[in-house]
């Protein structure tokens, strides 16, 4: 069954650093999307994109943030200057189309030191 | 903004016994979807209700939806200790956009 995945797993950074996390959505899929949950807490929407181009960001998304569809298969969220305060869980989703299911990858635990 | 808030908080059972978890939210939807998080990892989907449907059924799972309540429910049946898990519903919103706004979760735990 096809699945998103995520690389790496697992990203420690120091504050400051740039970081790029990649997903790679289910290939047929139309719409891509990037969340976060910050441990303990629920998850939360980062930005949507659909037709190489963002169609919604939360206020969270703002200018340190940036995503890319570089090829047909890859999709990353950048983070240019890393804080604290980014530590999270990021998961990537994809959709086929609007009202069907959205399927996560298995995310990236980014720990910013 | 929709907010979804599932309750109980957390949920403790034995294997075998129901469990049943509700979601309520704020604003109209046009689909309702439940996820599965074991602690630590990714989130599984579970099942998709649309707000034209009041029941669904995958396997032990079972979904309601009352759009006049604005309120989901999700019942176990039989459970399994390997049914231990955070769960969250999420509601993708009807006007124009399709992000998913996810509930705050109910941990369950299952005993053998």
């Known amino acids: 069954e096809p699945e998103v995945t995520q690389t790496p797993s697992h990203q420690v950074t120091q504050m400051g650093q740039e970081v790029i996390l990649r997903c790679v959505p289910i290939?047929?899929?139309?719409?891509f999307y990037w969340y976060r949950q910050i441990l303990g807490q629920k998850v939360e929407f980062l930005v949507s994109?659909?037709?190489?181009?963002?169609?919604?960001k939360s206020e969270i998304f703002d200018d340190q943030f940036s995503v890319e569809r570089p090829d047909g298969s890859n999709f990353t969220l950048k983070i240019r200057s890393t804080k604290l305060e980014d530590s999270a869980m990021y998961f990537c989703?994809?959709?086929?189309?609007?009202?069907?299911?959205?399927?996560f990858g298995p995310g990236t635990r980014l720990t910013v030191t | 903004s929709q907010q979804g808030e599932e309750d109980p908080q957390a949920l403790s059972i034995q294997e075998g016994e129901n469990a049943t978890m509700n979601c309520s939210y704020k604003?109209?939807?046009?689909?309702l979807q439940w996820y599965r998080q074991n602690s630590g990892r990714g989130l599984v989907h579970l099942i998709l209700i649309r707000s034209n449907e009041r029941e669904k059924h995958s396997g032990r799972l079972r979904v309601t939806l009352d759009t006049s309540k604005k309120s989901s429910s999700l019942l176990i049946t039989a459970s399994r200790a390997a049914d231990t898990a955070s769960y969250f519903c999420?509601?993708?919103?009807?006007?124009?956009?399709?992000?998913?706004?996810f509930g705050t979760g109910t941990r369950l735990q299952v005993f053998p």
């Open positions: 989703a994809s959709i086929k189309d609007r009202d069907y299911e959205q399927y």
């Open positions: 604003t109209s939807i046009n689909n």
């Open positions: 994109f659909y037709n190489n181009e963002i169609s919604e």
């Open positions: 999420a509601t993708e919103g009807s006007y124009n956009t399709d992000k998913l706004i």
């Open positions: 290939s047929n899929h139309l719409y």
